[in-house]
């Protein structure tokens, strides 16, 4: 007797598992979907050229893009003061235009981080993490794409930037923009013995192995993150549809119940 009634509280207990795992994947598919498709996205993003893809008025209905977080705002990347006493402060959150105490942002620019700003014979150029902007007549222009650490003018008034991907690239007018290769090919000739180990921490190693550097490389990592993308997708499509045949299954079996329950009634004798 005490066996059987534990037996049955066993599978009491089983079943509410099985039914609070059931609604909760139900209830989170939605999230866990974004996260498997969105990491596939940035493992080919490069490829796909998604920084270049503008999409800031179809997110603006999005909480975390309607407007730039005050300490945003006040986290200062870069400055720029001119002689004609106009200062450009560039922060986390965007491009600023100083005159008689008040900021003005660049509209053009919006909330990109600017991380470095110098003046040129041919305007300002601003390195923003979205690519390089150079002011001209007309406004503020972005006229290479990419992921823009730092901008110096050179002695002979042209402009060198460096870029996450593309590395060095210089100007002379802020339109046409060549690769710079001498310092990335000297670079790549320094003898391994010559250069400076690169430190891991456990912050780093938890991120690698995330991401399969760790077992794959970095050339290689994209394989990692579209398997198991790919597999927490086909799971969760699939884990829907099973759900949902089982629902449908329990319906039709409710039903079954329901008619054969009214058929085994007696018939009430009609009235009259």
């Given at each position: 007797m005490v066996i059987q009634q534990s037996r049955r509280t066993s599978m009491r207990l089983n079943l509410k598992a099985r039914d609070w795992h059931v609604w909760v994947s139900v209830i989170l598919i939605v999230p866990i979907l974004l996260v498997a498709l969105t990491a596939v996205f940035l493992a080919h993003e490069h490829e796909l050229g998604l920084k270049n893809v503008d999409i800031t008025r179809a997110v603006a209905w999005l909480p975390g893009y309607r407007e730039a977080p005050a300490d945003e705002r006040r986290t200062v990347r870069t400055s720029l003061a001119l002689a004609d006493g106009?200062?450009?402060?560039?922060?986390?959150?965007?491009?600023?235009?100083?005159?008689?105490?008040?900021?003005?942002?660049?509209?053009?620019i919006g909330h990109t981080e600017i991380r470095d700003i110098v003046a040129a014979p041919f305007g300002l150029v601003a390195a923003a993490k979205?690519?390089?902007?150079?002011?001209?007549?007309?406004?503020?222009?972005?006229?290479?794409?990419?992921?823009?650490?730092?901008?110096?003018?050179?002695?002979?008034g042209s402009v060198v930037v460096a870029l996450k991907d593309e590395g060095l690239m210089t100007s002379r007018d802020g339109v046409n923009w060549q690769a710079a290769p001498a310092a990335q090919q000297a670079l790549?000739?320094?003898?391994a013995d010559k250069t400076m180990a690169k430190r891991v921490s456990f912050a780093n190693l938890v991120m690698d192995v995330h991401t399969g550097k760790a077992f794959l490389g970095k050339q290689a990592e994209w394989i990692w993150i579209d398997l198991v993308g790919g597999v927490?997708?086909?799971?969760?499509?699939?884990?829907?549809?099973?759900?949902?045949?089982?629902?449908?299954?329990?319906?039709?079996?409710?039903?079954?119940?329901?008619?054969?329950?009214?058929?085994s009634l007696p018939k009430q004798p009609e009235a009259g």
């Open positions: 106009t200062q450009w402060i560039g922060t986390k959150a965007g491009l600023y235009q100083m005159r008689q105490g008040r900021a003005d942002a660049v509209r053009e979205n690519g390089v902007w150079v002011q001209g007549r007309n406004g503020w222009t972005k006229t290479v794409a990419g992921d823009a650490w730092s901008a110096n003018r050179q002695p002979d790549a000739v320094v003898p927490m997708v086909f799971l969760g499509i699939t884990g829907m549809l099973l759900w949902w045949r089982s629902q449908r299954r329990h319906t039709a079996l409710l039903e079954e119940e329901n008619r054969a329950l009214r058929a």
